[in-house]
């Protein structure tokens, strides 16, 4: 009898938290251990509320921003004018539509291609973007004095397609540079 308290007191309790609350019956349950018997008054069943959980501000997904973005924002940061920004830019989406695989933004050939690849990293948009600016700095510096003195879209378009790229006039396509830069001009 006294192995046989234990295991029925258990099976009280249970049953009394298997019903539901306003089911259990007002009735002392005894509770036994294998020296005394002791009788206490029923317990409800405490059953934890569940916790609202505070709602945290959905932080908005990281802002991605397309080469064409990146560019603009890193040549305005150089100094230029808007207006010389779309120029080279627009130089820049005719050669190679903001990509940087392959011959790169500018489409850089011979030893200017190797001076790049010199410095690692060779399509990477920042490297080729500080690239540039190495370039304009030094060797192409007669491109920065013309691209810094244009004061029009078409200027700033035209220094940087003749001084920088110094493309083949067969494919150099002006009229489209120019309309590449006013379109980049006008959705920054």
């Given at each position: 009898m006294?192995?046989?308290?234990?295991?029925?007191g258990a099976a009280l309790i249970l049953v009394?938290?298997?019903?539901?609350?306003t089911d259990i019956p007002h009735t002392p349950v005894v509770?036994?251990?294998?020296?005394e018997v002791v009788?206490?008054?029923p317990v409800s069943p405490v059953i934890p509320q569940a916790k609202e959980e505070e709602s945290l501000p959905i932080a908005p997904p990281p802002v991605v921003l397309d080469n064409e973005t990146i560019v603009w924002n890193?040549?305005?940061?150089?100094?230029?004018t808007r207006e010389q920004t779309a120029g080279i830019m627009g130089n820049l989406q005719q050669e190679h539509n903001f990509r940087t695989d392959g011959d790169g933004l500018a489409q850089w050939l011979g030893d200017r291609k190797a001076a790049l690849?010199?410095?690692?990293?060779?399509?990477?948009?920042?490297?080729?973007?500080?690239?540039?600016?190495?370039?304009?700095?030094?060797y192409e510096s007669a491109?920065?004095?013309?691209i810094q003195a244009?004061?029009?879209?078409?200027?700033?378009?035209l220094a940087f397609q003749n001084k920088f790229e110094r493309c083949n006039p067969v494919y150099c396509h002006p009229n489209q540079r120019i309309n590449y830069a006013y379109r980049i001009l006008g959705s920054h």
């Open positions: 006294k192995k046989l308290l234990p295991l029925m009394g938290f298997l019903q539901p609350v509770h036994a251990d294998t020296t009788k206490t008054e890193y040549l305005i940061s150089q100094g230029f690849y010199a410095r690692g990293g060779e399509n990477n948009l920042q490297v080729q973007l500080e690239f540039i600016m190495y370039e304009l700095n030094s491109a920065m004095a013309a244009s004061t029009t879209v078409e200027q700033a378009t």
